[in-house]
């Protein structure tokens, strides 16, 4: 079997999609076995390095192209199909939105969520993301012979929302790399913390792509409320967080993006981490923090109750009491927060990015 992938997101090292990207295609190349991959690559003044696995089953294809006009190529005409751009595969993989048209390879899509046609108040760039889920995405599933999509929640919500047959749906969810259950030692903590001026004891709260899904502003407040004398590390794009903060930034500190090498020393040293998003269609942050042991504090809407499977706290994003209840009761109860570090730590386990691909590579060869 030979597989095309969509790898242009793996050019970025931050955001969701990159990490599935990265890992998806990591664990392919761990996984060894008789399949052989084409890595697409479609950039035009992206500088990233294209990057592929230390393995010969893995070429590049590389297309310098403005990825507007691609596209527009693709939707208008329906051409190129990607076998020239990628040459003969039996399978092409789109990660995000964007399918090519096809002569004969099987078309697969992953949909990470559609929370933006159900919460358009959720997202700040509209226009942004009217063409990727109005446009590009109804587009690619018109041509998907499969879809995957990482969470039940998802799946029903692709049904839903844009009518695709739930039959040629398949629910894979992502994974936890290893290292995050490996605890740092106490100096190796220390050295981390120092570097961004961490003093313990502290809050975490690992944002990602900064939207107003995900609650940045109640969720400061109600830190601020509970948790008085304790700083709320925040992690992702700092100019954007700050702006989402309206202001009230006191007692959080803002450490911007960071090497995910420092996210084990960072979340198990904290006291709580916070992910009470307002909808997410997987919730990566949150399960990454169940496995370094940390105790979690999530939403009970989307994909989260399904991700976190009771191990976390679960409560209303939209209530300021609900959230800074939750922190008060972890931090005054230490059974209760032993419990949910155990408890995560299990659940987390149940996620690896070996089982991903595995389900992955058993959906491309049900198509076929």
């Not at 590390?233 to 420092?262: C, D, M, Q, T, Y």
């Not at 399904?306 to 679960?314: C, F, I, K, S, Y």
């Amino acid at each position: 079997m030979r597989v095309a992938i969509d790898a242009y997101h793996a050019l970025f090292h931050f955001g969701g999609v990159a990490r599935y990207a990265r890992e998806l295609i990591g664990a392919f190349a761990r996984a060894g076995g008789e399949e052989r991959f084409v890595l697409f690559y479609n950039r035009f003044r992206e500088r990233g390095a294209a990057w592929k696995p230390d393995d010969a089953r893995f070429t590049l294809r590389q297309f310098h192209c403005p990825r507007t006009l691609v596209d527009a190529l693709w939707g208008r005409l329906n051409w190129p199909p990607v076998e020239a751009l990628c040459g003969p595969v039996d399978i092409f993989h789109g990660l995000h939105f964007v399918l090519p048209p096809a002569r004969r390879a099987r078309l697969v899509l992953t949909v990470h969520d559609l929370a933006y046609l159900k919460h358009p108040e959720y997202y700040s760039d509209r226009a942004l993301n009217d063409k990727g889920y109005k446009g590009e995405l109804p587009r690619s599933l018109a041509r998907a012979a499969g879809v995957i999509a990482s969470s039940a929640r998802t799946r029903e919500d692709v049904i839903e929302l844009l009518g695709f047959p739930a039959e040629g749906i398949k629910v894979v969810h992502l994974g936890v790399e290893p290292f995050f259950f490996e605890a740092p030692s106490e100096a190796d903590a220390e050295a981390v913390l120092a570097r961004y001026g961490i003093v313990r004891p502290y809050l975490i709260f690992l944002v990602g792509s900064p939207e107003p899904r995900k609650n940045i502003a109640r969720t400061a407040r109600a830190a601020r409320r509970a948790a008085r004398g304790r700083d709320l590390v925040i992690l992702g794009e700092r100019g954007r967080i700050a702006r989402f903060l309206e202001g009230g930034s006191e007692g959080a500190k803002l450490l911007g993006n960071v090497p995910k090498e420092h996210l084990p020393a960072l979340l198990s040293r904290a006291a709580i981490s916070l992910y009470p998003s307002l909808y997410e269609g997987f919730g990566l942050p949150a399960l990454e923090s169940m496995a370094s042991s940390v105790p979690v504090i999530a939403s009970d809407r989307g994909a989260l109750p399904e991700v976190t499977g009771g191990a976390a706290l679960q409560v209303n994003p939209e209530s300021e009491d609900a959230i800074a209840e939750a922190i008060d009761a972890i931090l005054a109860d230490e059974a209760l927060a032993r419990d949910l570090r155990e408890r995560g730590r299990a659940r987390a386990r149940a996620f690896t990015w070996e089982k991903t691909a595995a389900e992955t590579l058993s959906f491309y060869k049900d198509l076929l």
